[in-house]
């Protein structure tokens, strides 16, 4: 399994960013994927999740701003995020839970900077 995530950098507080995460070694069109995002000096939380039938689910603290999205042709998931807040800074993991085993890709930084 490979995740590989990128799309991230540095914006300005109210701006937008996509991240992308490009999967191979399993079935992508048939697992949910996740979002996942780590601040320094916090543990790893929840950002959104997408089914393989695309239904989504969102941390509370995004809703209304990011937009998790998948182009099972392109084994892609997406994270469209909108409105950034600083808090929002953090490196952002995307996830595949396969076989009861958790995979991770690298991480891509987000940086949310006036």
């Known amino acids: 399994v490979q995740l590989q995530a990128s799309g991230g950098g540095l914006v300005q507080p109210g701006g937008s960013l996509r991240l992308s995460c490009a999967a191979s070694?399993?079935?992508?069109?048939?697992?949910?994927m996740g979002w996942y995002r780590q601040a320094p000096g916090k543990q790893r939380e929840l950002v959104a999740t997408?089914?393989?039938?695309?239904?989504?689910n969102y941390a509370d603290s995004v809703k209304g701003r990011f937009t998790v999205s998948r182009d099972n042709a392109k084994n892609t998931v997406y994270l469209q995020m909108n409105s950034l807040k600083p808090e929002d800074a953090a490196v952002y993991y995307c996830?595949?839970?396969?076989?009861?085993?958790?995979?991770w890709g690298q991480g891509t930084l987000v940086t949310v900077s006036s």
């Open positions: 996830n595949v839970n396969r076989l009861g085993v958790q995979h």
């Open positions: 997408i089914t393989s039938a695309g239904s989504t």
């Open positions: 070694g399993f079935i992508f069109s048939s697992r949910t």
